[in-house]
Nanobody, 128 residues
Framework: VQLQASGGGLVQAGGSLRLSCAASGRTFSGLSMGWFRQPPGKEREFVAAITWSDARTYHVDSVKGRFTISRDNAKNTIYLQMNSLKPEDTAVYYC??????????????????????WGQGTLVTVSS
């Protein structure tokens, strides 16, 4: 299983970035996918997730209204559109896929590390 994240970079506060995560190596049918992030010196935290079948989404409160998760099942790819970025959004962003099929998007935040497939991170730096 491979999850390849891309799209990170340096942006000024108020700007936008779009992250992508392409999945390969197995069928991801039925698996929710999502994004986590780890700010410098802090623990990794859940950001957003989306289900496979009906594209139900969940976004944590700190990004709600600014970030939007989406997916393209034909391409096995998810996206995170990040608008109105703030310096506190600076972090390494990781994409992940649930190992358990047909799980709720919101539930990804409560999974242990071993219950998810992980991609490599992509660094997002927001300057003030």
């Amino acid at each position: 299983v491979q999850l390849q994240a891309s799209g990170g970079g340096l942006v000024q506060a108020g700007g936008s970035l779009r992250l992508s995560c392409a999945a390969s190596g197995r069928t991801f049918s039925g698996l929710s996918m999502g994004w986590f992030r780890q700010p410098p010196g802090k623990e990794r935290e859940f950001v957003a997730a989306i289900t496979w079948s009906d594209a139900r989404t969940y976004h944590v409160d700190s990004v709600k209204g600014r970030f939007t998760i989406s997916r393209d099942n034909a391409k096995n790819t998810i996206y995170l559109q990040m608008n109105s970025l703030k310096p506190e959004d600076t972090a390494v962003y990781y994409c992940a896929s649930d190992k358990a099929p047909w799980s709720a998007a919101q539930g990804m935040g409560g999974k242990t590390s071993g219950q998810l497939y992980w991609g490599q991170g992509t660094l997002v730096t927001v300057s003030s």
